[in-house]
T-cell receptor, first 113, second 114 residues
Framework: GENVEQHPSTLSVQEGDSAVIKCTYS??????FPWYKQELGKRPQLIID?????GEKKDQRIAVTLNKTAKHFSLHITETQPEDSAVYFC????????????FGSGTRLSIRP | EAQVTQNPRYLITVTGKKLTVTCSQN?????MSWYRQDPGLGLRQIYY???????DKGDVPEGYKVSRKEKRNFPLILESPSPNQTSLYFC?????????????FGDGTRLSIL
C-alpha cells in the first residue's frame, strides 16, 4: 500500500542554523504534500503545504521543495529559533475524495541554545 | 472561535469497559476523521466520514466504531477496550472531502487502558 517515509526521526541543531527534514512517498499519483508541526502536548497544525504543480514554496523561514521524479519532498527551516522545537509530520495524498492522506512517522526537532 | 473539540482529554480505564470519545466541530465541515498517534508510528487513520451517515475504515479500524448522525459530531466508540488501544487520539475535520486541504485537529485525547 501507499507509504510515506520520513527522516531523520530526531534532529538537533544549533539555534540559528538550518534544519532539513526529508520525506519519500511511494504513490506516484500523490499531488498534495502538507507539513504539520506538533508542539509538546498540543495538536498538529499545518505550517506549509505544496501541490505538485510547483517545485518550491516559501513562507518566511520555512520552505518546502518537491521532486516528483524522485518522489521526495523536504522541509527547510532557516535561522532556527527555540520555538521551532517540535515534532514535524509530512504527509502525502492524491488530493481526490477517494484518496487517503498518509502521514510520515514524524521528526522530533530540538533547537540547542 | 472555529475549533474541533474532543472530550475527554484524558481517560484511564480498564479492559472491557465500553467508552466513547466525543468529537464536535463548529465549522460546518463535511469531512471528519479519527487518528491515533503512537511513538515512531506517526498518525494512523482509524475511521473517516465524508458526510452525515457516511463512514469508512481507515488503516487501523479494528476494535473501534464510529457514527455520524449529525454533521458536527463524530464520536469514537471502543466497545471492549484492550491495552493495545492505549494511545493518543486526535479528531480532525476538513471543509470538503478532497484530500488536498489542511486538516483541523482537536486537542487530543490520551487514553490509558489497564
Amino acid at each position: 500500500g501507499e507509504n510515506v517515509e520520513q527522516h531523520p526521526s530526531t534532529l538537533s541543531v544549533q539555534e540559528g542554523d538550518s534544519a532539513v527534514i526529508k520525506c519519500t512517498y511511494s504513490d506516484s499519483a500523490s499531488n498534495y504534500f502538507p507539513w504539520y508541526k506538533q508542539e509538546l502536548g498540543k495538536r498538529p497544525q499545518l505550517i506549509i503545504d505544496i501541490r505538485s504543480n510547483v517545485g518550491e514554496k516559501k513562507d518566511q523561514r520555512i520552505a518546502v521543495t518537491l521532486n516528483k521524479t524522485a518522489k521526495h519532498f523536504s522541509l527547510h527551516i532557516t535561522e532556527t529559533q527555540p520555538e521551532d522545537s517540535a515534532v514535524y509530520f509530512c504527509a502525502a495524498s492524491r488530493g481526490s475524495s477517494a484518496s487517503k492522506i498518509i502521514f510520515g512517522s514524524g521528526t522530533r526537532l530540538s533547537i540547542r541554545p | 472561535e472555529a475549533q474541533v473539540t474532543q472530550n475527554p482529554r484524558y481517560l484511564i480505564t480498564v479492559t472491557g469497559k465500553k467508552l466513547t470519545v466525543t468529537c464536535s466541530q463548529n465549522m460546518n465541515h463535511e469531512y471528519m476523521s479519527w487518528y491515533r498517534q503512537d511513538p515512531g508510528l506517526g498518525l494512523r487513520q482509524i475511521y473517516y466520514s465524508m458526510n452525515v451517515e457516511v463512514t469508512d475504515k481507515g488503516d487501523v479500524p479494528e476494535g473501534y466504531k464510529v457514527s455520524r448522525k449529525e454533521k458536527r459530531n463524530f464520536p469514537l466508540i471502543l466497545e471492549s477496550p484492550s491495552p493495545n488501544q492505549t494511545s493518543l487520539y486526535f479528531c480532525a475535520s476538513m471543509p470538503g472531502t478532497a484530500q488536498n486541504q489542511p486538516q483541523h485537529f482537536g486537542d487530543g485525547t490520551r487514553l490509558s487502558i489497564l
